[in-house]
């Protein structure tokens, strides 16, 4: 193998050793002599004519189509991030593989945009920045910093560079800020999280109770002979499902379609609608009340009567007329119900409640109602929100009131009824009794004398279980109860009296009784034997991230970045025409313009160029000018920079 000859390292010491002891010879005669003050006579004032022969004019074409195409780059880069983060706006995030391919493609295009910009203006800058020096007296500390002003901050702090080259310390400045955009980009693309929503045809509970041969799931009966049945009352499905709803006072769940997911529904079922009574009636319903207090025990008197509601026995063939006294139908006996109806009948007396005391005899305002079923037409909205129920009945038609099954032996037409009439027995059974205020007597006095000591309430009705007992129409017997057992007027009402308006909302019987047959009708959809399958079109919503692009932000961002870069380059375009040559900040750029043999003698004694430099030669003066041919031409002939 060949081996290229080598310098002897004797000989290399002994040429470095003669260099260093001439430049100290140097140093010692003559020492360099900076002038302080410019005295170049054509500053300011030079042309191509003055050139040196072998001047080389003319703009390198690679230099200005570089910062167009720099320009352009970052142009488009940054139209297509916008165009990137549009086509993923409302779309789903997908896995992680997909979520970093997006942030991938997006961060490469804001970073492509950040250096073809920032390099575009860093062109415009470095034919700015010469043009410049071409024409300004300078110190070379100044253009130390134009030069480095591209990579280091700290050249910002030359306050000469700032005042005399101003516009490309401007344009090395916006190159610096240029990344700020890069950061703003990516945080454009957001992710949310939203409910999606579909809809479809699924098959949703629908309540059978007025549909053709539905009775027979509602209501006993019993066959006898061709086409007659003997009604006998509410199977014990509908019974259980009636008292769950009342006591809870709220719509049993029902199966939903999805864990998210609502419809709507109108469909036919029963309804309680509650009215003032008339005058016939409440003339009735005070004769029944009567015959009832007359049967009570004598050794019990009764004192008050704050609720008392009756089924009424219309449908007794042998008595139908309101003139002749109403029975009572017992609901709890078979043979009982034959003659009922399918109304509710009671009265609710109002007790003076401003008065904390034991006077049981003030009646004020009593209230009589009359609530009767009818057929009516529900349209309820069916939501689902992360699997709670939410119903919300949109409106109810009400029709007229249904017949009770007029015989104990009828025909298929009665059908209908039989399992609305069902309906209605289960409800009434939770709704009639009595509640009031009763004191024993003394069996021995033969004056019926009255032991106050003996005095107690008795609620005697299955009202009691049902959230109905919250009703404000008791509000006066609870508060007499309350201050008969505690004497303290301070507090009317007990804590168990007071969860129970809590549940009642305070609200009024005719109002409580009508929402409590919906609810029950809405709870029987709930089971399956009362429902069918109907075909609906549910709409579902489902959980899912998206991303939501925000372009406001980017066409803020990139907007001042792509205008800055463009003003940089119509400034740099100038320079180029300006200066007539392209120019960079090369070393042989450098070489090429400090040969003057001033600057020689004045930087002998630092070939290195290591820091510090001396002060003296940072603030020598220094200026770019075209050499004159003629005698005395300081620059001999050369363009280039030389000491002003």
């Given at each position: 193998?060949?081996?290229?000859p080598l310098?002897?390292?004797k000989?290399?010491e002994?040429?470095?050793?003669?260099l260093?002891e001439?430049?100290?010879?140097?140093?010692?005669t003559t020492p360099?002599?900076v002038?302080a003050?410019?005295?170049?006579p054509?500053?300011?004032q030079?042309?191509?004519?003055?050139?040196?022969p072998?001047?080389?004019?003319g703009?390198y074409?690679?230099?200005?189509?570089?910062?167009?195409?720099?320009?352009?780059?970052?142009?488009g880069s940054a139209?297509?991030?916008?165009?990137w983060?549009?086509?993923?706006?409302?779309?789903h995030?997908g896995?992680?593989?997909?979520?970093?391919?997006?942030l991938?493609?997006g961060?490469t295009l804001?970073?492509?945009?950040q250096?073809?910009?920032?390099?575009?203006?860093?062109?415009a800058y470095?034919?700015?920045?010469?043009?410049?020096l071409k024409r300004?007296?300078?110190s070379?500390?100044?253009?130390?910093?134009?030069f480095?002003?591209?990579?280091?901050?700290?050249s910002?702090?030359?306050?000469?560079?700032l005042?005399?080259?101003?516009?490309a310390s401007s344009?090395?400045l916006?190159?610096?800020c240029i990344?700020?955009?890069?950061?703003?980009?990516p945080?454009?693309?957001?992710?949310?999280s939203?409910?999606q929503y579909?809809g479809?045809?699924?098959?949703?509970p629908?309540?059978q109770?007025s549909?053709?041969g539905?009775?027979q799931e509602?209501?006993?009966?019993?066959p006898?002979?061709s086409m007659l049945?003997?009604?006998?009352?509410?199977?014990?499905i509908?019974?259980?499902?009636?008292?769950?709803?009342s006591?809870?006072?709220?719509?049993?769940?029902?199966?939903?379609?999805?864990?998210?997911a609502?419809?709507?529904?109108?469909?036919f079922?029963?309804y309680v609608?509650?009215?003032?009574?008339?005058q016939?009636?409440?003339?009735?319903?005070?004769?029944?009340?009567?015959?009832?207090k007359a049967?009570?025990?004598p050794?019990?008197?009764?004192?008050?009567n704050?609720?008392?509601?009756?089924?009424p026995?219309?449908?007794?063939?042998n008595?139908?007329s309101?003139?002749a006294p109403?029975?009572?139908?017992n609901?709890?006996d078979?043979?009982g119900?034959?003659?009922a109806?399918?109304q509710?009948?009671?009265?609710?007396?109002?007790s003076?409640?401003?008065?904390?005391?034991?006077?049981?005899?003030q009646?004020?305002n009593p209230?009589?109602l009359?609530?009767e079923?009818h057929?009516?037409?529900?349209h309820v909205?069916?939501?689902?929100t992360?699997g709670a129920q939410?119903l919300?009945v949109?409106d109810?038609d009400v029709f007229d009131?249904t017949?009770?099954?007029t015989?104990?032996s009828?025909?298929a037409?009665?059908e209908?009824?039989?399992a609305y009439?069902a309906f209605m027995?289960?409800?009434?059974?939770?709704?009639?009794?009595t509640?009031?205020f009763?004191?024993?007597?003394?069996?021995n006095d033969?004056n019926i004398?009255i032991i106050a000591?003996?005095?107690?309430?008795?609620?005697a009705t299955?009202l009691?279980?049902t959230?109905?007992l919250g009703?404000s129409?008791?509000?006066?017997h609870?508060?007499?109860?309350?201050?008969?057992?505690s004497?303290?007027?301070?507090?009317p009402?007990?804590p168990?009296?007071?969860?129970?308006?809590?549940?009642?909302?305070?609200?009024?019987?005719?109002?409580?009784?009508?929402?409590?047959s919906s609810?029950?009708?809405?709870s029987?959809?709930?089971?399956p034997?009362?429902s069918?399958?109907?075909?609906?079109?549910?709409?579902?919503?489902?959980?899912a991230n998206i991303y939501?692009?925000?372009?406001?932000?980017v066409f803020i961002?990139?907007g001042?970045?792509?205008?800055?870069a463009?003003v940089?380059n119509?400034?740099?375009?100038?320079?180029?025409?300006?200066n007539?040559?392209?120019h960079?900040?090369s070393f042989w750029?450098?070489?090429?313009?400090?040969r003057?043999i001033?600057?020689s003698k004045?930087?002998e004694?630092?070939?290195?160029?290591?820091?510090?430099?001396?002060?003296?030669?940072g603030?020598t003066?220094?200026v770019?000018?075209?050499?004159?041919?003629a005698?005395g031409g300081r620059?001999?002939?050369r363009?280039?920079f030389g000491?002003?």
């Amino acid at each position: 193998m060949e081996t290229s000859p080598l310098i002897p390292t004797k000989a290399h010491e002994e040429h470095k050793r003669d260099l260093l002891e001439g430049d100290q010879q140097n140093e010692k005669t003559t020492p360099p002599k900076v002038p302080a003050t410019p005295t170049s006579p054509n500053l300011g004032q030079r042309s191509r004519s003055s050139v040196a022969p072998g001047g080389q004019f003319g703009i390198y074409w690679r230099s200005p189509i570089s910062m167009i195409s720099l320009f352009l780059i970052g142009l488009g880069s940054a139209l297509a991030l916008h165009g990137w983060y549009s086509s993923l706006n409302g779309k789903h995030v997908g896995d992680s593989n997909q979520q970093q391919r997006a942030l991938w493609v997006g961060t490469t295009l804001a970073f492509i945009t950040q250096i073809s910009l920032a390099g575009s203006i860093i062109f415009a800058y470095v034919q700015t920045l010469w043009r410049a020096l071409k024409r300004s007296v300078i110190s070379i500390y100044a253009v130390d910093a134009g030069f480095a002003a591209s990579s280091t901050l700290l050249s910002f702090t030359n306050l000469e560079m700032l005042s005399k080259l101003r516009l490309a310390s401007s344009l090395a400045l916006i190159a610096w800020c240029i990344p700020i955009s890069s950061l703003i980009a990516p945080a454009t693309l957001n992710v949310d999280s939203i409910l999606q929503y579909s809809g479809q045809m699924m098959n949703v509970p629908a309540l059978q109770i007025s549909q053709a041969g539905a009775y027979q799931e509602f209501a006993y009966y019993v066959p006898q002979r061709s086409m007659l049945q003997n009604y006998l009352g509410p199977r014990t499905i509908l019974t259980r499902l009636a008292l769950a709803t009342s006591a809870t006072g709220e719509i049993l769940r029902l199966t939903p379609p999805a864990t998210n997911a609502t419809y709507v529904q109108t469909f036919f079922g029963p309804y309680v609608q509650c009215v003032d009574a008339n005058q016939s009636i409440v003339g009735a319903i005070d004769a029944v009340n009567v015959r009832r207090k007359a049967a009570i025990d004598p050794s019990v008197k009764e004192l008050s009567n704050d609720y008392f509601a009756f089924v009424p026995a219309l449908s007794n063939l042998n008595d139908t007329s309101l003139h002749a006294p109403i029975q009572v139908a017992n609901l709890s006996d078979v043979n009982g119900a034959l003659y009922a109806s399918n109304q509710l009948w009671l009265t609710i007396p109002g007790s003076n409640v401003s008065q904390l005391n034991l006077n049981f005899s003030q009646i004020a305002n009593p209230t009589y109602l009359t609530c009767e079923l009818h057929n009516a037409s529900y349209h309820v909205n069916f939501t689902w929100t992360n699997g709670a129920q939410f119903l919300d009945v949109l409106d109810i038609d009400v029709f007229d009131a249904t017949p009770y099954p007029t015989d104990p032996s009828f025909s298929a037409v009665d059908e209908d009824n039989m399992a609305y009439s069902a309906f209605m027995w289960t409800l009434s059974s939770q709704l009639v009794g009595t509640i009031g205020f009763y004191q024993e007597v003394s069996r021995n006095d033969t004056n019926i004398q009255i032991i106050a000591n003996r005095t107690y309430s008795e609620v005697a009705t299955n009202l009691e279980q049902t959230s109905l007992l919250g009703t404000s129409n008791l509000n006066s017997h609870f508060i007499k109860n309350h201050f008969l057992s505690s004497n303290n007027a301070s507090q009317p009402f007990s804590p168990a009296r007071i969860q129970d308006m809590a549940l009642a909302r305070n609200r009024t019987l005719d109002v409580l009784i009508p929402e409590l047959s919906s609810n029950i009708t809405l709870s029987l959809i709930s089971h399956p034997l009362l429902s069918v399958p109907e075909l609906t079109n549910v709409t579902t919503t489902s959980p899912a991230n998206i991303y939501v692009y925000q372009p406001k932000r980017v066409f803020i961002a990139y907007g001042i970045a792509i205008f800055f870069a463009l003003v940089a380059n119509v400034l740099g375009i100038w320079a180029y025409f300006s200066n007539g040559v392209s120019h960079d900040n090369s070393f042989w750029s450098i070489v090429t313009t400090t040969r003057d043999i001033h600057l020689s003698k004045l930087n002998e004694h630092e070939r290195l160029g290591a820091l510090p430099r001396q002060r003296n030669v940072g603030k020598t003066k220094i200026v770019f000018e075209v050499g004159d041919m003629a005698e005395g031409g300081r620059g001999g002939g050369r363009w280039g920079f030389g000491i002003a």
